[in-house]
């Protein structure tokens, strides 16, 4: 019994290459936004030399900031990838009318609900600055 390969390689996917670089910057910006809220603050940092993984507070605030940017660039360019989804997504060109009114109306929500929490200071987004704050005033 013999396996058949191709007789071609594989072309290259450039979706396949957004939804991994994605994923894997969504990664990189969870592993350093959390070393950044265990961190001890700048002035502390610098005082006692901390280091993590061969990065200081600053190696880790740009790794956090590059991999953001790397982020929406990929999100961006996922979206142009998939524009004709997204639009039939949100406008029903049949109906002439908007498409999952309910999933936007939630997302919208959503994001809405977390951007005012933060905002105003309020649970549970406000815990994400305590945390930041009594790692840098407590723990450090």
């Not at 990189?28 to 200081?56: E, K, N, T, Y």
Request: glycine share 6%; charged share 10%.
């Amino acid at each position: 019994m013999s396996i058949q390969t191709s007789s071609h390689a594989r072309r290259f996917s450039w979706r396949a290459a957004a939804v991994f670089t994605i994923a894997l910057s969504s990664a990189l910006m969870l592993v350093s936004g959390l070393v950044l809220v265990a961190a001890p603050s700048g002035r502390i940092a610098h005082d006692i030399a901390w280091r993590l993984w061969g990065l200081d507070r600053s190696g880790w605030e740009v790794l956090h900031l590059a991999g953001s940017v790397l982020f929406v660039a990929v999100v961006l360019w996922h979206l142009l990838l998939h524009a004709s989804v997204v639009k039939n997504l949100v406008w029903n060109a049949a109906a002439h009318s908007v498409s999952h009114r309910r999933e936007l109306l939630v997302a919208g929500a959503l994001v809405g609900l977390v951007a005012i929490l933060a905002v105003l200071d309020l649970p549970p987004a406000s815990w994400l600055g305590a945390l930041m704050g009594y790692m840098r005033r407590e723990f450090w």
